[in-house]
């Protein structure tokens, strides 16, 4: 059982490029999210999806679009990077009732330069 | 939103029990408390949640309060392998959407010394 899978797990860009950052979950969940962690820091979301279709904003939200064209992934996409973006970016999903456990990927560390 | 509010750092000695406390005195009735850790270059991990009563599972006990404005998390035997960033967090089982996320703070950094 995978759980949750992001790739890839290091990138560098260059200010001004654009990417995608991966994320699959093989456990049918309805609830899947977006954080970015900077160091020394807590973890702050970024948008979050509560079923295939189905988008919104968290607390950082600017610069960063979402999909979510099906239940298993939910790709996170940086439109113009900025230097400000660097940070490792972790991707969660959990089912949709709120007393459930929530399983995290191992994280992207990504550097723009 | 409730907030929680725990110690930044704690040491512990290796094969000791670890008792790490969160102050949480807005809690609503529907908040559960849960607990996560994070080890090093590691995305966070599920440890144990609760609401009223006290829990256990093979990592830890979850005390709460009778009053639920505070709880502590329960290493019965610390281990090396136990030093992480330790959070306290409340999840709104019936909140909206935006209220069954996680709001994560800074944590408490467990150190286990050998």
């Known amino acids: 059982n995978a759980g949750v899978t992001q790739t890839p797990k290091f990138q560098v860009l260059k200010t001004g490029q654009s990417m995608t950052l991966q994320c699959a979950q093989d456990m049918n969940h309805e609830y899947m999210s977006w954080y970015r962690q900077d160091p020394g820091m807590g973890l702050r979301l970024i948008h979050y999806s509560v079923g295939a279709g189905i988008t919104d904003q968290g607390e950082v939200p600017n610069g960063y679009n979402v999909s979510r064209s099906t239940t298993e992934d939910f790709p996170l996409r940086l439109l113009s990077a900025a230097p400000s973006q660097t940070s490792v970016y972790f991707c969660?999903?959990?089912?949709?009732?709120?007393?459930?456990?929530?399983?995290f990927g191992q994280g992207t560390r990504l550097t723009v330069v | 939103d409730a907030k929680t509010t725990q110690p930044n750092s704690m040491e512990s000695n290796e094969e000791e029990p670890v008792h790490l406390p969160c102050n949480h005195s807005?809690?609503?009735?529907?908040?559960?408390i849960h607990w996560y850790r994070q080890l090093p270059s590691q995305g966070p991990e599920y440890v144990i949640h609760g609401l009223t009563s006290n829990v256990n599972n093979r990592m830890a006990s979850l005390a709460i309060a009778e009053d639920r404005k505070s709880s502590t998390l329960i290493l019965h035997r610390a281990t090396l392998r136990d030093a992480a960033v330790y959070y306290c967090?409340?999840?709104?089982?019936?909140?909206?959407?935006?209220?069954?996320?996680?709001?994560f703070g800074p944590g408490t950094r467990l150190s286990v010394l050998p």
């Open positions: 807005t809690i609503s009735g529907t908040d559960y």
């Open positions: 969660a999903s959990s089912n949709r009732q709120g007393a459930t456990e929530a399983f």
């Open positions: 967090i409340l999840r709104d089982v019936l909140g909206d959407n935006y209220g069954q996320n996680f709001v």
